[in-house]
């Protein structure tokens, strides 16, 4: 069984910066697909970024191209979500999440969604004030 652990996150102002890691449990070695998700109150779960496990298959949301980067440590069984710039419409629950599949692949026109994930971590906030 695949956990999920997520650290990081707080409260920055406009401009800032915060970096959100997220740990994975692996009984056994998998190619796994990884992704950072968000939501507002009231509005659906957003995907802002995906990573495969070997590094690629690299997927950004549009509102957030230019200023967040995912990154993998395999080593540490690790992924993190940099994000720089920081806007007040970033602010949000952020949650991991990764799926064990051999398909990771996105784009504008196929954004990641909720229903492609099969594990999840327990959400961590992110407040970004004007």
């Known amino acids: 069984q695949i956990q999920l652990v997520e650290s990081g996150g707080g409260s920055v102002a406009a401009g800032g910066s915060l970096r959100l890691s997220c740990g994975v449990s692996?009984?056994?070695?998998?190619?796994?697909?990884m992704a950072w998700f968000r939501q507002v109150l009231g509005k659906e779960r957003e995907g802002v970024a995906t990573i495969f496990s070997d590094g690629g298959s690299i997927y950004y949301a549009g509102s957030v191209k230019g200023r967040f980067t995912i990154s993998q440590d395999n080593a540490n069984n690790t992924f993190a979500l940099q994000m720089d710039s920081l806007k007040p419409d970033d602010t949000g629950m952020y949650y991991c999440?990764?799926?064990?599949?051999?398909?990771?692949?996105?784009?504008?026109?196929?954004?990641?969604?909720?229903?492609?994930?099969?594990?999840w971590g327990q959400g961590i906030q992110v407040t970004v004030s004007s």
């Open positions: 692996r009984s056994n070695p998998h190619s796994i697909c």
């Open positions: 999440a990764a799926d064990v599949s051999l398909v990771c692949v996105f784009s504008d026109q196929v954004p990641p969604s909720r229903a492609d994930f099969d594990l």
